[in-house]
């Protein structure tokens, strides 16, 4: 009876061996943006480790060592650069024999390398006709799928393959994402229609952002991330980067969830998760009350702005119209010019609606511009740019409406270490990377500038760079924040004379008093007044100040945060808090929640 039942477990343990080697060898993984075949190549050595491991421990409990079957036919991939896919093909070949020769195993002489057509040569997102490519049916997807821009996709890609691309996934993707949403989007496909279990890609880690994470909010209605890393460095080919990486596929409900390596109940599409009670921000909607308020600054594509000293020697020069270049000459701001050392830049402004004879009329300018502007935007992929040459790229007419009759407008760079906001005179043009509030109260600024908007912000917003800095989307970060409850944006009950709004503009303007007393201290700066009237005064180092000016930037300011900037916020957050009738000492969690629940009972 022992040997009978003996043999009956040996005979079991068999079929399950063989079952489970069957499996194996049957199991393929795609990479269907391969290059090189780096990710195919450790794909099949892992698969073969496996196998070479579940032969060392069956023949450990009797059973009969196997000869390993898996091979490269294991491993499928799509690629367009012809070279880069019959270097693949060489590279998942060595790979098969460097592992048999490690193991002890002889090879085939007749050839060693064989054909190889499961690495194909083709596009994977677009087929020359504009229809959508099959990909291979596989139990995994695995790879790098490339990262590009929305602007460097059509200087790299052409318009004609970009507006294919887009016209053929548009209600899957939207317009402007990452060049690498597309791999997300056909895998995502794959695993829903059954052709796939799970995959496996890294993306540029803007994946968290707004207009990119679409494609990840696409994948969790239906399927789960299991596995990510929300920001890591990734050095590849000389490019240092950061990525995140996701796995995603169907799972069954309960099983576990895994975020930078650290165990979750779930992973949000913003590559957060629920560990630590913390909220999910992405559920937030846009509140109709904050749309208007906020814009991108101009987008020059070209060389318009100038040194200052230049634009100054042509305002005292006459036009043929009799009219003065100050029409279309201003001083102009970007990211820099706030965060760190502000530069004299003025910017040759045409408007959004100036026709070329009328711009010719202003002499000096406009020859500047057929000279040093005209011949690059020939080239221009965008239509409007080369035939508009004169104007800039953006010139952002909303913008321009929503700012006349301001004084001052409050402004943020889109992508820096600190969320500060400043205040800008209306006469000075803001550059496409800041984002731009057209408000000159000290309320809005005050609640904008305080820890809720902040946490708020740096929660929704992403990150970006090597730098890592956090981002601020105008769509996720002010369109879905609730203003306290009288406070709202459009509405007409704003309270200016209230005593919560009082102590919220006083706590503001005494912020920025100090700020400014320290960025620009009297003692070392001369304020001479701008040649024309209304535009800010230049700030002119004293004699021997001007090393220690340079020091005086508002990121080295909030980087050393001392304790009168500290104080300042504090009392400016105290005053918002009363707005809200929240504690000030909430946790930034808490904060999330109340303003999340705020956002979600807004009609």
């Not at 490690?102 to 390398?113: D, E, T, V």
């Not at 399927?223 to 920001?231: I, R």
């Not at 904050?290 to 987008?299: C, D, T």
């Not at 908007?453 to 890592?468: D, R, Y």
């Amino acid at each position: 009876k022992t040997k009978v039942a003996t043999k009956k477990r040996l005979k079991a343990a068999s079929d399950a061996l063989h079952g489970f080697l069957d499996r194996l060898r049957n199991f393929r993984v795609l990479d269907p943006a391969c290059g090189s075949g780096n990710f195919l190549y450790l794909s099949l050595l892992a698969l073969k480790d496996i196998e070479h491991r579940a032969n060392i421990e069956a023949e450990a409990l009797g059973l009969q060592r196997q000869t390993p079957l898996v091979g490269p036919e294991a491993v499928l991939g799509i690629e367009i650069n012809a070279y880069a896919a019959e270097l693949a093909r060489v590279t998942v070949w060595i790979g098969e024999i460097q592992w048999m020769l490690n193991h002890g195993y002889s090879l085939s002489r007749n050839p060693i390398l064989k054909p190889l057509d499961n690495i194909e040569q083709r596009d994977a997102i677009l087929n020359e006709n504009g229809t959508e490519p099959e990909w291979p049916s596989a139990d995994a997807i695995v790879g790098n799928p490339p990262f590009l821009g929305d602007k460097r996709m059509r200087s790299e890609l052409g318009d004609e393959y970009v507006d294919k691309l887009r016209g053929l996934y548009d209600g899957r993707i939207s317009g402007g994402t990452d060049l690498v949403t597309y791999w997300f989007e056909k895998a995502r496909a794959q695993i829903d229609e059954n052709k796939a279990r799970v995959a496996g890609l890294v993306a540029t880690n803007s994946i968290r952002q707004q207009r990119n994470r679409l494609v990840v909010e696409r994948i969790l209605a239906s399927q789960s991330l299991f596995n990510a890393w929300d920001d890591e460095r990734w050095i590849n080919e000389g490019a240092d980067v950061r990525v995140s990486l996701l796995c995603f596929g169907k799972q069954d409900v309960g099983s576990p969830k895994v975020l930078n390596g650290v165990p979750v109940d779930e992973i949000y599409s913003d590559l957060t998760s629920s560990s630590g009670g913390r909220v999910d921000v992405t559920r937030a909607t846009s509140l109709p009350e904050n749309s208007g308020h906020s814009f991108f600054g101009l987008s020059l594509a070209g060389a318009f702005d100038i040194p200052g000293d230049l634009a100054r020697s042509w305002l005292s020069l006459p036009n043929p119209n009799g009219r003065p270049n100050k029409e279309v000459l201003r001083p102009i701001c970007n990211g820099n010019d706030v965060l760190k050392e502000h530069k004299d830049r003025w910017v040759i402004d045409f408007g959004p609606t100036m026709e070329e004879s009328e711009a010719s009329l202003y002499e000096a300018p406009f020859e500047y511009v057929l000279a040093n502007i005209k011949p690059k935007r020939l080239e221009n992929r965008e239509r409007i740019r080369r035939e508009k040459w004169w104007r800039l790229g953006r010139p952002r007419p909303e913008l321009r409406k929503a700012l006349e009759g301001l004084d001052r407008y409050i402004a943020t760079v889109e992508t820096s270490r600190h969320r500060v906001f400043v205040w800008l005179p209306s006469s000075v043009a803001p550059e496409h990377k800041l984002v731009v509030f057209p408000h000159e109260d000290d309320v809005t600024f005050g609640i904008l500038s305080s820890r809720f908007h902040i946490i708020w912000a740096i929660a929704s917003g992403g990150n970006l760079g090597v730098g890592n800095d956090p981002v601020y989307s105008t769509t996720k970060c002010f369109l879905t924040f609730p203003f306290p409850e009288g406070f709202i944006l459009g509405g007409k009950d704003f309270p200016r004379n209230s005593e919560k709004a009082w102590a919220i503009a006083h706590a503001s303007s005494e912020l920025i008093d100090l700020r400014e007393n320290w960025l620009r201290p009297q003692e070392w700066v001369n304020r001479v007044p701008e040649i024309v009237p209304g535009y800010p005064d230049r700030l002119i180092p004293k004699e021997g100040r001007e090393a220690d000016l340079k020091k005086r930037t508002l990121t080295n300011l909030y980087s050393g945060r001392p304790t009168w900037l500290d104080n300042a916020h504090r009392q400016l957050d105290e005053a918002v808090a009363a707005a809200y009738g929240w504690p000030a000492d909430l946790s930034d969690n808490d904060v999330l929640a109340r303003l999340l629940e705020l956002n979600l009972s807004r009609p």
